[in-house]
């Protein structure tokens, strides 16, 4: 949910990068921020074992102007994808405003991108709220893997909904498609809350 800050005039958005493990998520926020003016950016925290797996999340603030003089600061999260840290990963999907799912397009991991995007309902189910509800895009990352599962497949499993979510082939160690999911999960959340902001911003957290 949208934090408000009246005295500061600052908007808080927080976007959730969601996936199995090894799909790319944390690959997602180095590149986004190796790739950002440093004016607009925090620290990248990484909590991570020695097998370089994130253990909880990374965290990263972007600001940019935008609408009714009020400015957007952008907080990226990921989850742990591995099946322990399930708890982890409800706790850090409370309060988002928009979801990336990140997609391993290696056939051998299909498996485990079912599981997750299945965990990823679930949990936003045990926090009141559903794909329907809320911003989400998805990343179909690792394009470059000869074994790599056809884009028509990958739509068919994580995207037949009614209203499809905006989709990109990425290749996250490249910084391809990196820029352009996070434009587009910011796109949506620009068009909800200007909406929101014209009705007086009542549904957001307000100070």
């Known amino acids: 949910m949208a934090y408000i800050n009246y005295a500061q005039r600052e908007i808080q958005l927080k976007v959730v990068y969601y996936g199995c ?3 790319g ?13 440093p004016q607009q950016k925090s620290d990248l925290v ?8 994130t253990l909880f999340f990374d965290f990263m603030s972007l ?3 935008t609408l009714n003089n009020f400015t957007v600061r952008f907080q990226l999260y990921t989850v742990p994808g591995q099946q322990i840290y399930m708890s982890t990963r409800q706790l850090v999907l409370r309060g988002a405003d928009g979801i990336v799912f990140v997609v391993d397009s290696g056939w051998d991991r299909m498996p485990e991108n079912v599981e997750s995007f299945q965990d990823l309902q679930e949990n936003l189910l045990a926090n009141n709220l559903s794909l329907a509800q809320i911003p989400c895009v998805i990343q179909y990352n ?4 000869p074994e790599s599962a056809n884009i028509e497949y990958l739509e068919y499993a994580f995207n037949n909904r009614a209203i499809r979510a905006p ?3 990425a290749v996250a160690p490249r910084g391809e498609g990196v820029i352009e ?8 959340l620009m068009v909800k809350y200007s909406k929101t902001s014209q009705a007086g911003m009542a549904p957001a957290r307000a100070q």
């Open 21 to 23: 493990g090894f799909c």
């Open 25 to 37: 998520k944390t690959t997602n926020l180095q590149a986004i921020h190796h790739t950002l003016d």
């Open 46 to 53: 990484s909590l991570a074992t020695s097998g370089d797996r």
């Open 63 to 65: 600001k940019t102007p």
């Open 142 to 145: 690792k394009r470059d893997l």
């Open 167 to 169: 989709s990109f082939e």
């Open 181 to 188: 999911t996070l434009n587009a999960i910011a796109r949506l």
